[in-house]
């Protein structure tokens, strides 16, 4: 299966402000996952939307789905220094995921 | 709720030696975990798919015969590379399932392999 595209692939903002990440896939799925993962460290499920969901929210995160564009987006508003991660969007169809190729958050204090 | 160990969280070894890395779900039972690899600053490849008390299923491109898993109960999958080279250094990392018929994984720390 092939891997989704994430933009941009790094991002720097100053604390506060909001940070949107985009995803981007090629095949139909069942629902799309983000995940964050500190350095050299597992990754933490941070929300899961379905293929017949357009948004959700989930405290300072926010998920968009458009399936015709097969295209997500996630916004964390009021971004803090704690949020310096990197971010993965992940496809699931029929319990597998695919991650894309991430997008590398830093927080400037 | 919902914790995934691995065990040992880094590993080196000689190259042409045996690995095992252990994962574990803590406080629920997984009856279906995965496996993928890492490599520094790219995503994570998914390796293969362990189903307990069957065989694993292993995605394309993955030698089945040189990465050995084994499912043998509902909160533990083993990882077993087997004669290493220097080229399967790289971060692996599981996941469980988590409820029936929910689509989140629950990952693992991750254990970081050198091969030397």
């Known amino acids: 299966s092939q891997q989704g595209e994430e933009d941009p692939q790094a991002l720097s903002i100053q604390e506060g402000e909001n940070a949107t990440m985009n995803c981007s896939y090629k095949t139909s799925i069942n629902n799309l996952q983000w995940y964050r993962q500190n350095s050299g460290r597992g990754l933490v499920h941070l929300i899961l939307?379905?293929?017949?969901?357009r948004e959700k929210h989930s405290g300072r995160l926010r998920v968009t789905l458009d399936t015709s564009k097969k295209s997500s987006s996630l916004l964390i508003t009021a971004s803090r220094a704690a949020d310096t991660a990197s971010y993965f969007c992940a496809t699931g169809k029929n319990e597998k995921l695919t991650f894309g190729t991430g997008t590398r958050l830093t927080i400037i204090p | 709720g919902a914790v995934v160990s691995q065990h040992p969280s880094w590993v080196i070894c000689k190259s042409g030696t045996s690995v095992k890395i252990e994962c574990r779900s803590l406080d629920f039972q997984a009856t279906t975990m995965f496996w993928y690899r890492q490599f520094p600053k790219q995503s994570l490849m998914l390796m293969a798919t362990s189903n307990e008390g069957s065989k694993a299923t292993y995605e394309q491109g993955v030698e089945k015969d040189k990465f050995l898993i084994n499912h043998a109960s509902l909160t533990l999958s083993t990882l077993t590379v087997t004669s290493a080279h220097p080229e399967d250094s790289s971060f692996y990392i599981c996941?469980?399932?988590?409820?029936?018929?929910?689509?989140?994984?629950?990952f693992g720390p991750g254990t970081r392999l050198t091969v030397t």
């Open positions: 996941s469980a399932l988590g409820l029936a018929g929910s689509y989140e994984q629950y």
């Open positions: 939307i379905r293929s017949n969901e």
